[in-house]
């Protein structure tokens, strides 16, 4: 697939509680960036990564990228119940054109 | 942060019919706008690349004649869905990109437009 891989594909955990999501792909990539989905809704940018950054933080967000072993995570520390939902990772490459993981589902109880 | 608007937000049409479906962005303009779809519990695949003044790029499998993309202005790309059959019901969602500034790179997404063709 030309999609980057994500696990777990689905999460579920109790509020308080840390929340960890990988995502692996194959190709070179300019930046990697971390989008939150509500069930059916429009995406919410968290993070982007640059190729030449290892990791980055906002607020209870912790993205690290390893360009070695191709892959990233997002942390999210302190889980709450309004965390609830599917997080994407999307690779850009050439143009500016992003390429989807296949998301984890969060469920984050309260 | 930049903002962009989808219309409509949800449609439901006959099958046959063509549905057009409009992204602007409101505060920024875009010389590239990026068209995705999303079926149920699946992820966003990257459907083509709207060019403002020239022809859009689609990615492999889409039918350019199907989805007809115009990049009118800086701010407004549409997306017809022509002749509509059930599957094309989906979740249609564009982005912009911000080509400058503290937030270069990051792509802003519409809130979708549901399609339901019956």
């Known amino acids: 697939s030309q999609q980057g891989e994500e696990d777990p594909q689905a999460l579920s955990i109790q509020e308080g509680e840390n929340a960890t999501m990988n995502c692996s792909y194959k190709?070179?990539?300019?930046?990697l960036q971390w989008y939150r989905q509500n069930s059916g809704r429009g995406l919410v940018h968290l993070i982007l990564?640059?190729?030449?950054?290892r990791e980055k933080h906002s607020g209870r967000l912790r993205v690290t990228l390893d360009t070695s072993k191709k892959s990233s995570s997002l942390l999210i520390t302190a889980s709450r119940a309004a965390d609830t939902a599917s997080y994407f990772c999307?690779?850009?490459?050439?143009?500016?054109?992003?390429?989807f993981g296949e998301g984890t589902q969060l469920t984050v109880n309260p | 942060g930049a903002v962009v608007s989808q219309h409509p937000s949800w449609v439901i049409c006959k099958s046959g019919t063509s549905v057009k479906i409009e992204c602007r962005s409101l505060?920024?303009?875009?010389?590239?706008m990026f068209w995705y779809r999303q079926f149920p519990k699946q992820s966003l695949m990257l459907m083509a690349t709207?060019?403002?003044?020239?022809?859009?790029?689609?990615e492999q499998g889409v039918e350019k004649d199907k989805f007809l993309i115009n990049h009118a202005s800086l701010t407004l790309s549409t997306l017809t869905v022509t002749s509509a059959h059930p599957e094309d019901s989906s979740f249609y969602i564009c982005?912009?990109?911000?080509?400058?500034?503290?937030?270069?790179?990051?792509?802003?997404f519409g809130p979708g437009t549901r399609l339901t063709v019956l």
């Open positions: 982005s912009a990109p911000i080509s400058s500034g503290p937030s270069y790179n990051e792509q802003f």
């Open positions: 190709t070179s990539i300019n930046n």
């Open positions: 990564i640059r190729s030449n950054e």
């Open positions: 999307a690779r850009e490459t050439s143009g500016s054109r992003l390429t």
């Open positions: 505060d920024f303009q875009a010389t590239t």
């Open positions: 709207s060019n403002e003044g020239s022809k859009a790029t689609y």
